[in-house]
Nanobody, 117 residues
Framework: QVQLVESGGGLVQPGGSLRLSCAAS????????MGWYRQAPGKQRALVAT???????NYADSVKGRFTISRDNAKNTSYLQMNSLKPEDTAVYYC???????????WGQGTQVTVSS
């Protein structure tokens, strides 16, 4: 019913920046919270950042001061601006959306972010 499509991943040098985008589409819906999560090889998927419909944000300690989550409600799109990237940020990044009156949250397909010299 709702599809999330991510873009913006790629290879970047340490200290560089990337901006990820996640666009939601489908039948009529209203998004409550949106978030970004990441999963490194051999590890569980972990929270990166979340944002509510009112703009309240939450960040993992490891990315505070470097990453910024935002959303454009008119476009049903969330963004993750990643600055001062470190090799330990390397992971598959997944966007997430909690939809009003839907039983389960939705997930994007994931986009690879690789931080390497």
């Amino acid at each position: 019913q709702v599809q999330l499509v991510e873009s913006g991943g790629g290879l970047v040098q340490p200290g560089g920046s990337l901006r990820l985008s996640c666009a939601a589409s489908g039948s009529r819906f209203s998004i409550n919270a949106m978030g970004w999560y990441r999963q490194a090889p051999g590890k569980q998927r972990a929270l990166v950042a979340t944002i509510t419909s009112g703009g309240s944000t939450n960040y993992a300690d490891s990315v505070k001061g470097r990453f910024t989550i935002s959303r454009d409600n008119a476009k049903n799109t969330s963004y993750l601006q990643m600055n001062s990237l470190k090799p330990e940020d390397t992971a598959v990044y997944y966007c997430n959306a909690v939809i009003s009156n839907h039983r389960l949250p939705y997930w994007g397909q994931g986009t690879q972010v690789t931080v390497s010299s």
